[in-house]
């Protein structure tokens, strides 16, 4: 018998942490990949909507501008 039980179960133990090791740089691996993205499409969206939303029609001339307080009808 070549093996003794305490090496063999050191070589499980070595085994079992180089195992974990990959599995967990794989997961940070896919986490990295996938922040940028959700990043760009929420501030994509925040850009939309506060553009939008800062839009106004002069009720005058029908004019559409960022604020009525400093906006100048051309009539
Ligand atoms: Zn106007």
Request: glycine share 6%; proline share 4%.
């Amino acid at each position: 018998m070549g093996f003794s039980l305490p090496k063999l179960l050191i070589l499980i133990a070595v085994i079992a942490v180089v195992w974990y090791g990959f599995k967990a740089a794989g997961r940070i691996n896919r986490n990295r990949q996938k922040e940028p993205d959700q990043a760009a499409g929420k501030k994509t969206s925040e850009i939309t909507a506060r553009d939008a939303k800062d839009m106004v029609q002069c009720p005058k001339c029908n004019a559409y501008c960022a604020s009525l307080d400093t906006h100048t009808c051309d009539t």
